[in-house]
């Protein structure tokens, strides 16, 4: 059973750090690219980063470039997103997305797998 569970949420003040964890299970984590989008209520879901578990980072969010960070553990089989500097304007359901062929990353309908997300709220 493939499985994607975030953790790490919660709520934070202005200018503060959260760290998001996308635990990964029941697939070959190095043959997929692990995304993480984000939906603020109101809005549609947005790509904030994504990377290649074997290739790096493909891409950052204009509106996280410089504050967001994004990695992974293959030993663990989990990508995370570190968080820094926040805003109120990056309160959201943060979900990571599992894709095993992407044309293009910000594309969430090319994600195979999805987990049930978790809430980052920003206070200002």
């Known amino acids: 059973e493939v499985q994607l569970v975030e953790s790490g949420g919660g709520l934070v003040q202005a200018g503060g750090s959260l760290r998001l964890s996308c635990a990964t299970s029941?697939?070959?984590?190095?043959?997929?690219?692990i995304g993480w989008f984000r939906q603020a209520p109101g809005k549609e879901r947005e790509g904030v980063s994504c990377?290649?578990?074997?290739?790096?980072?493909?891409y950052y969010a204009d509106s996280v470039k410089g504050r967001f960070a994004i990695s992974s553990d293959n030993a663990k089989n989990t990508v995370y997103l570190q968080m820094n500097s926040l805003k109120a304007e990056d309160t959201a359901v943060y979900y990571c997305?599992?894709?095993?062929?992407?044309?293009?990353?910000?594309?969430?309908?090319?994600?195979?797998?999805w987990g049930q997300g978790t809430q980052v709220t920003v206070s200002s």
């Open positions: 990377i290649s578990t074997r290739g790096g980072v493909l």
């Open positions: 997305a599992a894709a095993r062929r992407l044309v293009d990353a910000y594309n969430a309908g090319e994600y195979d797998y």
């Open positions: 029941g697939f070959t984590f190095d043959d997929y690219a």
